[in-house]
């Protein structure tokens, strides 16, 4: 009689079957959620009404985003209804960035949580951290093509805090590729801290300006 050969283990993406699939699929639903909700709440944070609004990701992909409908001029910053926008150019900073900075919560909580991650069944978290890292890279693959939106997350961070736009990409590029060898090689010593002080980076950049 045959020897069966011994089931396949975890791996980077736990996808294997038409319910995996939809566990991992629904995993990066809910980063997508996440990041939107991050720029939802920052934009009520300030009493500021965002809206959705139609763009278009490398320069032909059409999509959509929230957007706080606040215009800067120097440090002076008017909002949708021609009022004087109270956090000034560092709070549209806030908002702009919260959504990658939700990101880089979520990745940080999945990841210092279980550190074993990879070699554990759970494609709802591996979707859900395969999504940060694809869009942070993504974010940073059309700042550095100049192909993003002008509405775009790392474009309108970069202005806003004085920041040259290769490297905020860089910045942003950065977290995604270190969690990214986290979640593959998980015995790293270095990585977790290296990953966090960037994060950290980048939440600073807030008080920088």
Request: glycine letters at 12%.
């Amino acid at each position: 009689m045959p020897t069966l050969p011994p089931p396949e283990g975890p791996t980077l993406t736990d996808v294997r079957d038409g319910a995996s699939l939809g566990a991992y699929l629904g995993g990066a639903l809910a980063g997508f959620v996440a990041h939107e909700s991050g720029h939802l709440v920052a934009n009520l944070a300030y009493d500021n009404p965002p809206a959705v609004e139609g763009l278009t990701a490398f320069g032909f992909l059409p999509f959509f985003a929230i957007t706080p409908r606040i215009t800067c001029y120097g440090e002076t910053c008017i909002d949708n209804n021609g009022k004087v926008f109270g956090g000034g150019r560092r709070g549209k900073f806030v908002i702009v960035s919260a959504g990658y900075n939700v990101q880089h919560l979520t990745s940080e909580l999945f990841l210092s949580l279980e550190p074993d991650l990879r070699h554990v069944r759970a494609p709802f978290r591996k979707g859900w951290i395969m999504f940060n890292v694809l869009l942070s890279a993504g974010y940073a693959l059309a700042t550095w093509t100049r192909t993003e939106d002008d509405h775009g997350d790392a474009g309108n961070s970069a202005r806003l805090s004085g920041i040259q736009r290769d490297l905020f990409g860089l910045l942003l590029f950065a977290p995604a590729a270190l969690d990214l060898y986290r979640l593959a090689r998980p015995g790293s010593s270095w990585a977790p801290w290296l990953s966090r002080g960037a994060k950290a980076g980048m939440v600073g950049v807030i008080f920088s300006f």
